[in-house]
Nanobody, 124 residues
């Protein structure tokens, strides 16, 4: 069992930056693909970014490509999402998730473990 706790959300002006963190406990996440998802009010949860077990492979949604960077530190059992050039449409609750298969997948149904989410609000 993996427990995930996100932090780092908040209120930021458009064009600003935030760095989200996800701390894992219960077991190591080094064998898991890790992902970030987000859900805006009235919308479905959507894929943001994923990172492979070693960190060598990364995948991004088109909407955040070039602005967001996902990273991980397996020694510290943590995952991060650096978000730059934030836009009002990035406003959402952001969730960290773990996929035990180790495959790079973007659908929420493959991720078995989820954090409680952290709110990101971008004011225009």
């Amino acid at each position: 069992q993996v427990q995930l706790v996100e932090s780092g959300g908040g209120l930021v002006q458009a064009g600003g930056s935030l760095r989200l963190s996800c701390a894992a406990s219960g077991r190591t996440i080094s064998s898991h693909t890790m992902g970030w998802f987000r859900q805006a009010p009235g919308k479905e949860r959507e894929f943001v970014a994923a990172i492979s077990r070693s960190g060598a492979g990364r995948s991004y949604a088109d909407s955040v490509e070039g602005r967001f960077t996902i990273s991980r530190d397996n020694a510290k059992n943590t995952v991060h999402l650096q978000m730059n050039s934030l836009k009002s449409e990035d406003t959402a609750v952001y969730y960290c998730a773990a996929d035990p298969s180790g495959l790079m997948r973007m659908n929420t149904r493959w991720y078995d473990y989820w954090g409680q989410g952290t709110q990101v609000t971008v004011s225009s």
